[in-house]
């Protein structure tokens, strides 16, 4: 029996010429990854345990992007404690201030994560990674603490469930629906700690960044990674940013799966997940009337810049409605240089958006947009459990880019194709 690409990636990174579901492992790491959120609890621990160097300076990497531009004292303190560790152990891949951008889009546009890597973060997002073919998955701050000393961890082998995507995309579906209408059919529970393979014909006509909010959001499904096999257009896309050399992998014709669901394109419309689960998904086409309060367009989902080409697509020549506060945030600094000089920034202001810089804030309900009791947020975003980007009482709908810039000219829970004739 053949390995899937998750399968072989663990392989070669345990010293293993086979590895199986359920096996333990020990893995050496790529990458490493803390946040100004999670980092200061690993630091605390690597300083308690008494280490006096990080395993590889280069393969660690702080992203200061849940807090900053620091909102109130203890988010500062928190910033300090990683600057201070950084400057003390030299660590190369350092952002904040006008470097940072939010770290999952920040990564993979730095070439800091390839192909057939494997990557550990204390974000649960981490997992965004597999559409490069890289094996990434979210972890614990004590185990970032240990992976900073060792750079290595250990690893259950998943089992793994392929979904395979045949014909081809609708009008205004992207990969963040494709993600959405699969949590819809299996639950947030349906992959736990599996390993979720994405592939199919619609897979492959996809852009990187239309793949990256595929991966991302399979932790929604309790799902240990997201993995999609490079082809031409990952090459495409990390040839010019790798810094280093890779390696690619793709699952065997016999490969294992516990699973393998199959889905048609034609089947899906732009999804909208209702509050408090990713899974409670419903088409365009049933939502109903629905009033918003806020719309939110960004985050590591969906901060791309085809992501804000498509809500400009929509916002041109509109003006978000006057109960509706419109917040955009682009994923990078480079995508926000981007989206300013194709003139984005000019229709979102044109519409009277509130044009942020990059950060998760919104997201987790840090600040940047932070919702009061009994209002109602459309979101490009990945969660909606309850309280997730402010009141308990508040609301969180999850869309795609044009779904939400479509919402925020209507008042209310639209479809694109009410506003682009």
């Not at 041109?316 to 990078?332: D, M």
Request: include cysteine.
């Amino acid at each position: 029996m053949g390995m899937t690409i998750s399968e072989k990636i663990l392989a070669a990174h345990s010293g293993n010429k086979k590895v199986k579901p359920g096996e333990l492992v020990n893995v050496k790491l790529d990458i490493t990854l803390g946040n100004d959120i999670t980092a200061p609890i690993a630091i605390k621990e690597f300083e308690k345990v008494g280490a006096k160097k990080v395993f590889d300076k280069e393969k660690i990497i702080f992203v200061l992007d849940h807090f900053t531009p620091n909102k109130d004292i203890s988010s500062a303190t928190q910033c300090k404690m990683l600057r201070e560790f950084a400057k003390k152990h030299e660590i190369v891949n350092y952002y904040e201030g006008g470097s940072v951008g939010i770290e999952h889009c920040l990564l993979p546009e730095k070439g800091l994560v390839l192909p057939g890597d494997i990557v550990i973060g204390a974000d649960s997002h981490t997992c965004t990674y597999g559409a490069l073919g890289a094996f990434s998955t979210g972890i614990g701050s004590t185990d970032l603490a240990a992976a900073m000393i060792t750079g290595e961890t250990w690893f259950k082998v998943p089992e793994a469930i392929k979904f395979v995507f045949n014909g081809k995309l609708k009008k205004w579906v992207s990969g963040k629906d494709l993600i959405l209408y699969t949590i819809g059919k299996i639950g947030v529970d349906g992959a736990l700690y599996k390993s979720m393979e994405f592939t199919g014909d619609i897979i492959k006509s996809l852009s990187m960044e239309g793949r990256f909010p595929i991966s991302n959001m399979a932790i929604e499904a309790g799902a240990k990674n997201g993995i999609i096999e490079p082809d031409d257009t990952t090459l495409e896309y990390v040839k010019s940013r790798a810094g280093r050399d890779y390696t690619t992998y793709q699952s065997d014709p016999d490969a294992e799966y516990s699973e393998i669901y199959e889905f048609n394109g034609e089947d899906i419309e732009p999804q909208v997940a209702f509050p408090h689960l990713p899974e409670n998904t419903k088409p365009i086409s049933e939502v109903g009337d629905i009033p918003i309060d806020q719309s939110v367009i960004g985050s590591c989902t969906n901060g791309w810049l085809s992501d804000l080409r498509e809500a400009a697509e929509v916002l041109k020549g509109n003006k978000a409605n006057s109960n509706v506060r419109l917040i955009i945030f682009p994923g990078t600094p480079t995508i926000y240089r981007q989206a300013m000089k194709e003139g984005l920034f000019d229709i979102f202001l044109d519409a009277n958006a509130v044009i942020s810089p990059p950060t998760c804030g919104p997201c987790l309900g840090g600040h940047m947009g932070i919702l009061a009791e009994g209002e109602r947020a459309i979101a490009t975003t990945n969660r909606n459990f309850v309280g997730r980007m402010g009141h308990p009482k508040s609301e969180v709908y999850l869309s795609n880019p044009a779904v939400a810039a479509a919402s925020a000219i209507k008042g209310r829970i639209a479809g694109p194709e009410e506003v682009v004739k």
